[in-house]
């Protein structure tokens, strides 16, 4: 690996303001658009080898239903199943995990971290989740693991709710909130109100979890100034053990950009980007002014040494990740796969006795390298011996055109040994990002 990569003046002189349909965010490398069906067979050729001793494992499950959903979700979610069908789900998800735990290289390995998402895994009852936990564990042992994480809409949480969560193992909690105003929550689609957010914060808390998160979303639509300084003001009252904040995007697969593309709208009715990076910074200054850490673009941490995302800082380290359910991601062995898309053939795929996988994309031991360097400049600050060690690559070789660019423009502090976001590079940083991609995953990577 001792390619070094050219900048492409386009991408780092055009800095984006009104928010466009697309995604900018980076959640895995490479683009999911290079992910092919012709590669669902490396995935099986994986299973088939021996399990490796020192790669973490992973178990995520996608449940997929919700209540509302949300103008600006882009995520595989259904909100008019009925408890019969709900069931029906769960049992496929359940054969399609015994189906992967059987093979050499998952059978026998315990996992180091559980990740429930969707959708809105708390739509779940309580005898469905125990059920479906109940299940999981007999497949893959979570005895002993780091993390188990359940992502939570808080107007499903009822007491009764909340106490099955922690039963079940939970240790990671992290409430959707986004935003505390009736109105800004009603416009943007979300399914709860405010005060089910201090009802299931304050219940929750007296039940001993780990570590409580609450999600917030700058630039909503209809969202004000005052109104963001009054939701970041809440969230430190409130004083969640940490606190993720997004920047609002229209995805294409999203009804808010259908309605767009209706009216023939180019910008979406949303928060240009300075302005939600302006939004992000104030929230930032005012949970360090309370005693919060910013740990990454996206968080803020009340006590660092003892709150992990062990779930995201495994995944950018390269943890396997055993993911089922429709639509989900995993990676196992360096390769990444989706599932189908839609429950129907998702689930007529494992009735057939088949792996329900509809894309794969095996990576290279560049890409390998490129991925994790990208992921974890997420958390602000990269050593580049760290990658020298692990991949026998200097990132400040293989990607000094980029890193140079990044010192110049006020993005970064620039040593030989490592670097270090300013507080603009970070809050940019996903836009920044796509100038690091190889060459050949350039073209499709905005849009992915």
Same mark, same amino acid.
């Given at each position: 690996m001792s390619t070094t990569?050219?900048?492409?003046?386009?991408?780092?002189?055009?800095?984006? /303001?009104? $928010?466009?349909?697309?995604?900018?965010? %980076? @959640?895995?490398?490479?683009?999911?658009?290079?992910?092919q069906p012709d590669q669902v067979s490396v995935v099986e050729a994986i299973l088939q080898t021996p399990a490796p001793a020192e790669v973490p494992l992973g178990v995520y499950f996608h449940i997929p239903f919700c209540r509302k959903r949300c103008h600006f979700c882009y995520f595989k979610v259904y909100t008019d199943k009925n408890a019969q069908e709900v069931k029906a789900y769960i049992d496929a998800g359940m054969r399609e995990m015994e189906r992967f735990a059987k093979q050499p290289y998952l059978s026998g390995r315990k996992a180091h971290f559980v990740y429930f998402g969707?959708?809105?895994?708390?739509?779940?009852?309580?005898?469905?989740?125990? /059920?479906? $936990?109940?299940?999981?564990?007999?497949? %893959? @042992?979570?005895d002993g693991a780091a993390e188990v994480a359940f992502e939570a809409e808080p107007g499903t949480l009822s007491e009764t709710k909340l106490t099955g969560i922690r039963e079940v193992g939970v240790t990671r909690l992290s409430l959707g909130v986004e935003n505390f105003d009736d109105h800004i929550l009603e416009t943007n689609g979300r399914a709860h109100r405010s005060g089910e957010i201090d009802k299931a914060y304050r219940f929750a808390r007296t039940l001993g979890f780990e570590h409580i998160n609450i999600d917030l979303i700058s630039g909503m639509m209809n969202e004000t100034e005052a109104n963001w300084k009054d939701t970041v003001a809440k969230a430190v009252q409130l004083g969640p053990d940490a606190v993720t904040i997004y920047q609002m995007e229209v995805p294409y697969n999203t009804t808010m950009y259908q309605q767009m593309k209706a009216e023939g709208k180019v910008t979406a009715p949303v928060a240009d980007w300075q302005t939600k990076r302006d939004w992000v910074?104030?929230?930032?200054?005012?949970?360090?002014?309370?005693?919060?850490?910013?740990?990454?673009?996206?968080?803020?941490?009340?006590?660092?040494?003892?709150?992990?995302?062990?779930?995201?800082?495994?995944?950018?380290?390269?943890?396997?990740?055993?993911?089922?359910?429709?639509?989900?991601?995993?990676?196992?062995?360096?390769?990444?796969?989706?599932?189908?898309?839609?429950?129907?053939?998702?689930?007529?795929?494992?009735?057939?006795?088949?792996?329900?996988?509809?894309?794969?994309?095996?990576?290279?031991?560049?890409?390998?390298?490129?991925?994790?360097?990208?992921?974890?400049?997420?958390?602000?600050h990269s050593s580049f011996d760290y990658y020298q060690n692990k991949f026998q690559q200097s990132p400040r070789q293989?990607?000094?055109?980029?890193?140079?660019?990044?010192?110049?423009?006020?993005?970064?502090?620039?040593?030989?040994h490592d670097i270090t976001l300013t507080r603009d590079g970070l809050l940019q940083v996903d836009r920044l990002l796509h100038d690091f991609f190889l060459p050949k995953h350039r073209q499709y990577a905005r849009y992915t």
């Open positions: 990569l050219e900048v492409p003046p386009s991408a780092t002189e055009k800095k984006v /303001d009104q $928010t466009e349909a697309g995604n900018y965010f %980076v @959640s895995n490398y490479p683009p999911f658009s290079f992910w969707g959708g809105t895994p708390s739509y779940l009852s309580v005898p469905q989740l125990k /059920d479906l $936990t109940n299940r999981m564990k007999d497949l %893959v @042992s979570w910074s104030y929230a930032f200054d005012e949970f360090v002014k309370a005693g919060y850490t910013v740990t990454s673009a996206y968080t803020v941490v009340k006590d660092p040494q003892r709150i992990k995302f062990v779930y995201r800082d495994a995944l950018w380290e390269g943890a396997d990740l055993l993911s089922c359910g429709v639509a989900s991601f995993g990676h196992l062995g360096g390769v990444h796969y989706q599932n189908q898309a839609d429950v129907g053939p998702y689930m007529q795929a494992l009735d057939a006795g088949q792996m329900p996988i509809y894309r794969a994309y095996q990576t290279d031991a560049e890409e390998r390298f490129v991925r994790e360097f990208i992921l974890k400049l997420k958390l602000g293989f990607f000094a055109p980029q890193l140079e660019y990044l010192a110049k423009e006020g993005f970064a502090t620039l040593t030989n």
